[in-house]
């Protein structure tokens, strides 16, 4: 099985490409986000592995919360890839992505969502726990149990206010390589859609605060 994945939901943009189990990703960090990015290294990445896009089983791309820009460009161009070849597609979680891009065990993901808020999610050996959810960082749920490890750049900004946890690894960011790990054994049980549900997971339905809204969550005009 051969399936390309994209994930551009933070600054942090990588495609990947999974066939039968090996995996190639290219990653680039790029601040203010760039779609002129995404599809040249698509080509760039099949071409190295001696695949073409009509030769793939399906696509997957990281669904969200992240930025809304980032996930209307990994969603729009999972979309028109698959129109043109008939191709099923998978959105995956971005939180759950992150969580499996960390490696640990109990992983309590947490990006940072602007507004003063962060997306949070907790997984315990791939399980969740706690659902997706958008919230200030003081009123982020807090998972039962020990041996939690932070994961995710909400941890850069907001740690005092967080859960405190024994270990964070506020640097970690979602990967094509977790999207398409995530999205495999998903494709082989035919849990495939089509490409007009390729939508994102906003979790989030709001862009932007009016200023009085930023002043009561602590934030600047």
Request: aromatic share 6%; proline share 6%.
């Amino acid at each position: 099985m051969r399936i390309l994945a994209l994930e551009t939901a933070t600054h942090r943009l990588s495609i990947a490409l999974w066939e039968d189990g090996r995996l190639i990703e290219r990653a680039a960090e790029l601040p203010s986000g760039s779609s002129e990015w995404l599809l040249p290294n698509v080509r760039a990445l099949l071409a190295e592995a001696g695949v073409t896009l009509g030769m793939l089983d399906g696509i997957a791309f990281g669904a969200g919360p992240g930025s809304f820009t980032g996930l209307r460009l990994a969603a729009g161009c999972t979309q028109g890839l698959a129109f043109g070849l008939d191709l099923p597609v998978l959105g995956i979680g971005t939180l759950e992505a992150l969580a499996l891009a960390s490696g640990e065990a109990k992983a309590y993901a947490c990006l940072d969502a602007r507004m003063n808020e962060v997306y949070v999610a907790a997984y315990d050996n791939g399980i969740e726990v706690v659902a997706p959810v958008v919230c200030p960082p003081a009123q982020a749920p807090i998972p039962a149990g020990e041996g939690w490890i932070g994961c995710g750049d909400g941890f850069a900004d907001y740690a005092a206010a967080l859960p405190q946890f024994s270990r964070v690894r506020a640097d970690l960011r979602p990967t094509a390589d977790a999207v398409a790990r995530l999205a495999a054994p998903r494709f082989s049980r035919g849990e495939g859609v089509t490409a007009a549900e390729a939508v994102p997971l906003y979790v989030r339905d709001k862009v932007a605060l009016t200023t009085a809204e930023r002043l009561a969550r602590g934030g600047t005009k």
